[in-house]
């Protein structure tokens, strides 16, 4: 299987700095796992959106689009489950 790239959003990236730095640890992590396997036991496609899709990594939300024809994935948010979805 090819590896994908990873673009994150600038919006990503704020989100990002401002978790906790074990949070950050571990969703850097999970964003790096997603370049071998896009889809990840526990991802969720999101209702309404082609081709975005969640995964859990603690408390906090990856939320992420496909392109499978360049074959990049692009980071549109992270943050902690109560505001990732606003």
Do not use: H, N
Not at 10 to 39: G, H, M, Y
Not at 46 to 61: K, N, T, W, Y
Not at 67 to 75: A, C, D, Q, R, T
Request: proline share 2%; net charge positive; with cysteine.
């Amino acid at each position: 299987m090819a590896r994908y790239d990873i673009e994150i959003t600038r919006t990503a990236e704020k989100q990002l700095r401002k978790l906790a730095r074990e949070d950050q640890e571990r969703v850097v992590r999970a964003i790096l796992a997603l370049a071998d396997d896009p889809f990840p036991r526990g991802s969720r496609k999101l209702s309404g959106l082609e081709d975005v899709f969640r995964i859990r990594v603690g408390r906090c939300r990856v939320i992420y689009g496909i392109s499978g024809k360049e074959l990049i994935i692009i980071i549109l948010k992270t943050r902690r489950r109560r505001a990732v979805y606003r």
